[in-house]
């Protein structure tokens, strides 16, 4: 799973407008190469077009049958999040069914990715868009949502028997990326860090009650550069990037420990499930490993950028979780 960041942000695009171009106009036929503009590169290239659609290539590593297939995924789960939930969030318009240049265009949803704006917001208001955030996933994580969710998509029935054996499936992941971890990312980390993070993978694994939680519909990529505001008003507008979604420990997309104390008690004051056993525990895991995948990905697919990110992202970390 990856994590959003300003490496993204920073990424060139993979694809030139030139290439994709004839390809979106068999949707927008009046479009003009001028009016696309490069917005950031993660899993997608992203573009706006004439300010009213977002264009979403798939990276290089998914312009094939996996990642036309991902995109397919998506788009069902929105159709199945529209008018489920209190702020808007994409629907796809056209998908462009193809292996070579797999692509979904959407309405571009008003407003400004919060991380570009969090620092410039009052602590009143900092305090009101993490209230409503709260309650945004109070119901995102509800109970009858995941249950509605596993009617609607018979494929995880194979997967999903119960929750039960959701929790060892999912514990025997979590050893595989500790696994995974030693054998690729520690071989970019100092011994202080190894042994940092071979402590929270340990302090994790090893404590029954992190693997007690009830698996709920999650995001799983829920940060601040995908909650829009109205930078005027300071508004929340809408949700967006739902690749990742699917049943999940829900304590991922409560990682907000880099916008400060203020704002996470915010969140948590109004969620309905923030009682939950384990449930800070669990946030402080999966936050603080964030520097795995980037290190991982980066080592399996050539990508500099992305170690580089991991080694910032670790540095970052134990700082904010010291020994």
């Given at each position: 799973?990856?994590?959003?960041?300003?490496?993204?942000?920073?990424?060139?695009?993979?694809?030139?407008?030139?290439?994709?171009?004839?390809?979106?106009?068999?949707?927008?036929?009046?479009?003009?190469?001028?009016?696309?503009?490069?917005?950031?590169?993660?899993?997608?290239?992203?573009?706006?077009?004439?300010?009213?659609?977002?264009?979403?290539i798939s990276d290089r590593?998914?312009?094939?049958?996996?990642?036309?297939?991902?995109?397919?995924?998506?788009?069902?789960?929105?159709?199945?999040?529209?008018?489920?939930?209190?702020?808007?969030?994409?629907?796809?318009?056209?998908?462009?069914?193809?292996?070579?240049?797999?692509?979904?265009?959407?309405?571009?949803?008003?407003?400004?990715?919060?991380?570009?704006?969090?620092?410039?917001?009052?602590?009143?208001?900092?305090?009101?868009?993490?209230?409503?955030?709260?309650?945004?996933?109070?119901?995102?994580?509800?109970?009858?949502?995941?249950?509605?969710?596993?009617?609607?998509?018979?494929?995880?029935?194979?997967?999903?028997?119960?929750?039960?054996?959701?929790?060892?499936?999912?514990?025997?992941?979590?050893?595989?990326?500790?696994?995974?971890?030693?054998?690729?990312?520690?071989?970019?980390?100092?011994?202080?860090?190894?042994?940092?993070?071979?402590?929270?993978f340990e302090d994790y694994?090893?404590?029954?009650?992190?693997?007690?939680?009830?698996?709920?519909?999650?995001?799983?990529?829920?940060?601040?550069?995908?909650?829009?505001?109205?930078?005027?008003?300071?508004?929340?507008?809408?949700i967006i990037d739902f690749?990742?979604?699917?049943?999940?420990?829900?304590?991922?997309?409560?990682?907000?420990?880099?916008?400060?104390?203020?704002?996470?008690?915010?969140?948590?004051?109004?969620?309905?499930?923030?009682?939950?056993?384990?449930?800070?525990?669990?946030?402080?895991?999966?936050?603080?490993?964030?520097?795995?995948?980037?290190?991982?990905?980066?080592?399996?697919?050539?990508?500099?950028?992305?170690?580089?990110?991991?080694?910032?992202?670790?540095?970052?970390?134990?700082?904010?979780?010291?020994?």
């Amino acid at each position: 799973m990856l994590y959003m960041s300003f490496y993204e942000e920073m990424n060139p695009a993979d694809i030139t407008i030139e290439e994709i171009v004839s390809s979106v106009r068999k949707f927008l036929p009046d479009i003009s190469s001028k009016s696309i503009r490069f917005f950031y590169h993660g899993s997608y290239n992203v573009f706006e077009i004439d300010k009213k659609y977002i264009l979403r290539i798939s990276d290089r590593e998914f312009r094939n049958n996996q990642g036309l297939e991902m995109l397919r995924s998506e788009s069902e789960i929105l159709k199945f999040l529209k008018k489920k939930l209190t702020l808007a969030i994409p629907e796809i318009l056209y998908l462009h069914d193809s292996t070579k240049i797999p692509f979904s265009i959407h309405q571009k949803i008003p407003g400004k990715s919060l991380v570009f704006v969090i620092q410039e917001l009052s602590l009143v208001q900092k305090k009101s868009i993490g209230a409503k955030i709260g309650k945004f996933l109070s119901r995102f994580h509800s109970k009858e949502l995941k249950d509605e969710y596993l009617k609607c998509f018979s494929k995880w029935k194979e997967f999903f028997s119960s929750d039960k054996d959701f929790l060892r499936s999912f514990r025997k992941k979590c050893f595989t990326w500790f696994e995974e971890a030693k054998e690729i990312a520690y071989q970019y980390l100092n011994q202080n860090q190894q042994d940092w993070l071979t402590k929270i993978f340990e302090d994790y694994l090893n404590n029954d009650d992190n693997f007690t939680f009830s698996p709920r519909l999650s995001h799983n990529d829920f940060d601040t550069s995908n909650i829009l505001i109205d930078p005027k008003s300071a508004k929340l507008t809408g949700i967006i990037d739902f690749e990742e979604c699917n049943i999940w420990d829900p304590a991922v997309d409560l990682l907000f420990f880099d916008e400060g104390p203020e704002f996470i008690k915010a969140i948590l004051d109004n969620y309905k499930y923030s009682n939950q056993k384990s449930l800070k525990a669990r946030m402080k895991f999966f936050y603080s490993q964030t520097c795995t995948p980037y290190l991982v990905w980066g080592t399996q697919h050539n990508r500099p950028g992305m170690i580089e990110e991991g080694l910032k992202r670790i540095r970052k970390n134990m700082k904010m979780f010291p020994k």
